[in-house]
């Protein structure tokens, strides 16, 4: 329902109008609120309405009260009043009507909607999110990647993008590595970097290179996962991660689909979102210059984030991916076959000519295809047929899920 309420209008109710009856006061299903200046149409409390136009003095219709879904909630009571209690539900105060049939207190744990009041007592005791599970060290461990058994990835596993890698280098890896130096020149530190570029396009790739490179501890954190499997905890999780970094001789915290996190804290932006991206900003706002710990942040929608977040000493850097050019294109299949067994000499410029508009990750793939291909003929070495029909059966698929194989195309 909310979905289509971006597209078709958003839903919303009223919540109150002033007192000369002009003002009208609304809240959206998402618990963000809002007024506009109605004249001769009467809304009043509790009436649903769509917003149809971008601002609703102009364009707002009334619904049928049905429209408004009330689903319950569960909360903790913080303040009851004859005609009103206050129940704080997932981070955030929400008004309901007090009503005479459930006896309950502050305090109590209850569920509550937000015509019905409170429906029932769970708990005579608040929930507290001490009892989800606790941060701790092992918690935190868990987020810190690479170091021991695998032969971590260099530069040279990097293919194409010479002038991006050396970018990174300079912003990242130079900083980490002569922090301290930076600071007795009175440097400004780099704090934040954001990648920024198609899906594929290495992005992750070379922010895992580098940590292993400037030999920094490295932070991965997963913007929607941070939400589902942390959801209650983002904020303390956030805090430990960034005192943990700050302890390592060198760190880097690499925030994956930040834009998950991080889109602009508009009216359709989640409570829990905002909370998350206001924790962020304090924490890139906090950490000392000392330098020594820098967060990446990679997206491929950077016009959804957060402009706060790319102000200066936060993600004030950006460093674009672009799709592979055709030499680009030549060396990423050049180097991502020297991990594998093949039987030279394999036609590299030819396949990189036919590839124009594919992405890093798209081309990597063909060798997944080809290595298939090999072992369903019971060969371990990879032959030039393969390789063929490795490349052909991506481009298949590029096209079935809708690639243009053109410049412009960009992989989704
Ligand atoms: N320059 C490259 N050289 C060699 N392999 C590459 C390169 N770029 C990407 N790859 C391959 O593509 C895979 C996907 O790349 P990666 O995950 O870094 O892309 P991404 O830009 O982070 O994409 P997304 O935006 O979808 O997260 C890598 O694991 C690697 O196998
Ligand atoms: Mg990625």
Redesign the pocket.
């Known amino acids: 329902m909310t979905e289509a309420t971006t597209t078709i209008g958003k839903l919303a109710r009223v919540t109150g109008v002033s007192g000369d009856g002009h003002r009208v006061y609304f809240e959206l299903r998402n618990g963000n609120s809002g007024w506009f200046d109605q004249d001769g149409d009467d809304f009043s409390t509790g009436e649903v309405i769509m917003i149809l136009g971008e601002d609703p003095s102009q364009r707002v219709e009334r619904v049928d009260a049905n429209a408004w879904p009330d689903d319950s909630w569960v909360g903790v009571v913080k303040i009851k009043l004859d005609d009103v209690t206050v129940i704080e539900a997932s981070g955030r105060y929400r008004k309901v009507p007090t009503g005479a049939d459930v006896p309950y207190e502050v305090g109590n744990t209850v569920e509550a909607g937000e015509v019905q009041g409170v429906v029932r007592v769970l708990s005579e005791e608040p929930i507290k999110y001490t009892d989800l599970p606790a941060i701790d060290e092992e918690v935190v461990n868990r987020f810190r990647t690479g170091g021991s058994s695998d032969r971590p990835l260099t530069f040279d596993?990097?293919?194409?993008?010479s002038s991006v890698v050396k970018r990174a280098r300079e912003l990242i890896e130079l900083p980490l590595r002569r922090h301290e130096e930076l600071a007795r020149i009175g440097a400004r530190a780099i704090k934040g970097v954001l990648f920024t570029?198609?899906?594929?396009?290495?992005?992750?790739?070379?922010a895992r290179i580098i940590a292993a490179q400037a030999d920094a501890a490295f932070f991965e954190i997963s913007g929607p996962e941070i939400f589902s499997k942390w959801y209650g905890q983002s904020e303390e999780l956030l805090r430990r991660i960034f005192d943990a970094a700050a302890e390592d001789e060198r760190a880097i915290i690499f925030f994956?689909?930040i834009d998950s996190v991080a889109a602009h804290r508009d009216d359709d932006a989640h409570e829990a979102s905002r909370r998350v991206v206001a924790q962020l900003l304090t924490l890139m706002d906090g950490f000392d210059s000392t330098g020594n710990v820098v967060v990446i942040a990679?997206t491929?929608r950077p016009q959804d984030l957060d402009v706060a977040l790319r102000r200066p000493g936060r993600l004030d850097w950006e460093i674009r991916?672009p799709l592979?050019s055709v030499e680009d294109r030549l060396d990423?299949l050049i180097?991502?076959a020297r991990k594998l067994q093949t039987l030279d000499p394999l036609p590299h410029k030819l396949v990189a000519a036919r590839t124009d508009g594919w992405s890093?990750?798209e081309l990597?793939a063909i060798w997944t295809e080809a290595s298939l291909l090999a072992v369903a003929d019971n060969r371990s070495d990879i032959f030039i047929e393969d390789y063929i029909g490795g490349f052909e059966r991506v481009e298949r698929q590029r096209k079935r899920i809708g690639h243009m194989p053109t410049k412009t195309g960009s992989a989704a």
């Open positions: 596993d990097f293919g194409g993008l570029g198609p899906p594929g396009t290495g992005k992750t790739m070379l994956d689909e990679a491929n991916f592979p990423i180097k991502t890093s990750a990597a």
